[in-house]
């Protein structure tokens, strides 16, 4: 059975940095397609990044481009993701999904993950 399990959330102060961290169990992780995506309260769930199986496609939405960046360990079977200059609109919970049927791509469509974590809670403010 796939888990997924984030970690690395917190408060932090606007300009702040956060490193997330989503470990995959019960699959090797270089197998599946890997989505974070988040959801502010009252708001929908938007996706942030993905990552191919090959790691060759990430992709990002403008509100995050260039600060946010996607990695993955696979000897540790763990994404990563990088979240720089950090401001109160990136309040949310930060969630990772998989999909082991997507292969040569990504996309940024909640259903398109047939897996997800519980997510972890990132708080900007100061």
């Known amino acids: 059975q796939l888990q997924l399990v984030e970690s690395g959330g917190g408060l932090v102060q606007p300009g702040g940095s956060l490193k997330l961290s989503c470990t995959v169990t019960?699959?090797?992780?270089?197998?599946?397609?890997i989505g974070w995506f988040r959801q502010a309260p009252g708001k929908e769930r938007e996706g942030l990044s993905c990552?191919?199986?090959?790691?060759?496609?990430?992709q990002y939405p403008e509100a995050v481009k260039g600060r946010f960046t996607m990695s993955r360990d696979n000897a540790k079977n763990t994404v990563y993701l990088q979240m720089n200059s950090l401001k109160p609109d990136d309040t949310a919970v930060y969630y990772c999904?998989?999909?082991?049927?997507?292969?040569?791509?990504?996309?940024?469509?909640?259903?398109?993950?047939?897996?997800w974590g519980q997510g972890t809670q990132v708080t900007v403010s100061s």
């Open positions: 019960g699959f090797t992780l270089h197998r599946v397609a």
């Open positions: 999904a998989a999909n082991p049927g997507l292969v040569g791509l990504c996309v940024l469509a909640s259903s398109a993950y047939d897996y």
């Open positions: 990552i191919s199986q090959s790691s060759d496609t990430t």
